[in-house]
Every structure is written in structure tokens, then in C-alpha cells.
């Protein structure tokens, strides 16, 4: 395996980002190094912001993956619960009532907490279909 280094000068940004990478195209390495939020996000709502799957403390390779399938299936319904949250203009049950500051993620995992805890009437969704724009519900 070869490792490259890429120096990334973007107009955004002050001075260069130095990547290595083990793939061969710079392009294709800055390409993937820009959805690092996204990749970050869902690791930190797997781990410390939200299911805490770190603290399972789990070796067995076979058990590690029905955990982390299990918690990715429970990540697809908090994201779909966020979503259902915005478009019924829930989320000041649970969020700031001028705008909204917590991920999909967030907001799905928070309804279902206030649901519970308040003893709400809900029913769990695993698909949500959009009629309308996001932008527009607020």
C-alpha cells in the first residue's frame, strides 16, 4: 500500500490542508475529505450524542455487528421521526420555538424521550414521505 500527500489550497480557507491518503487521486481524496461532517456526525450520534454505543464494551465481532445494525436501524428512525417533527411543527415541544438548532437526529431522539415521558399517543415511522419542501414549514 502506497501513501499519498495531498496539499489542498481552497479560496475558503487561510492556508493549505495537508491529506494523506492511500488513494492514488487527489481529486477523488478531497472529494471524500469534504463529507467528513457527515461521516463525523453519524459516528458521534452512534457513540457520545446519542446511543453511547462505546460504552457497550462489546469484543465478540459477531455481537459488535448486530449492535451496530441494530443502531443504525434505530438511527434511520430517529432521522425519520426529526423529519416528521419539522413538518408538524413539533419541534418547539422540545427545541427552541424561534428556529431550530439539533440535527434530525436529535430532534427524532428527543421526541421520542418527551413522547414517552409525557405519555403521548405516537406511532413509530420508518419512512417518511415529503409533500411539501422543509423550507417552507417553518
Known amino acids: 500500500m502506497s501513501?499519498?500527500?495531498v496539499g489542498w489550497w481552497?479560496?475558503?480557507y487561510d492556508g493549505p490542508l495537508y491529506l494523506v491518503t492511500s488513494l492514488d487521486n487527489g481529486y477523488r481524496a478531497c472529494k471524500?475529505?469534504?463529507?467528513r461532517f457527515q461521516i463525523e456526525t453519524f459516528f458521534s450520534n452512534q457513540k457520545s450524542r446519542g446511543f453511547h454505543l462505546h460504552?457497550?464494551?462489546?469484543s465478540d465481532p459477531v455481537r459488535l455487528s448486530r449492535l451496530l445494525l441494530a443502531a443504525c436501524l434505530a438511527y434511520l428512525w430517529m432521522v425519520c421521526q426529526g423529519l416528521l417533527?419539522?413538518?408538524e411543527k413539533k419541534f418547539g415541544l422540545i427545541d427552541r420555538t424561534d428556529r431550530i438548532d439539533k440535527s434530525l437526529f436529535r430532534l427524532g431522539l428527543d421526541w421520542i424521550h418527551y413522547s414517552l415521558k409525557s405519555?403521548?399517543?405516537?406511532t413509530p415511522i420508518f419512512r417518511f414521505q415529503l409533500t411539501y419542501p422543509l423550507?417552507?414549514?417553518r
Request: charged letters at 25%.
Open 135 to 137: 423550507a417552507h414549514v
Open 55 to 58: 460504552k457497550s464494551h462489546l
Open 10 to 12: 481552497s479560496s475558503r
Open 3 to 5: 501513501l499519498n500527500l
Open 32 to 35: 471524500y475529505y469534504r463529507r
Open 119 to 122: 405519555k403521548l399517543d405516537f
Open 85 to 87: 417533527v419539522i413538518a
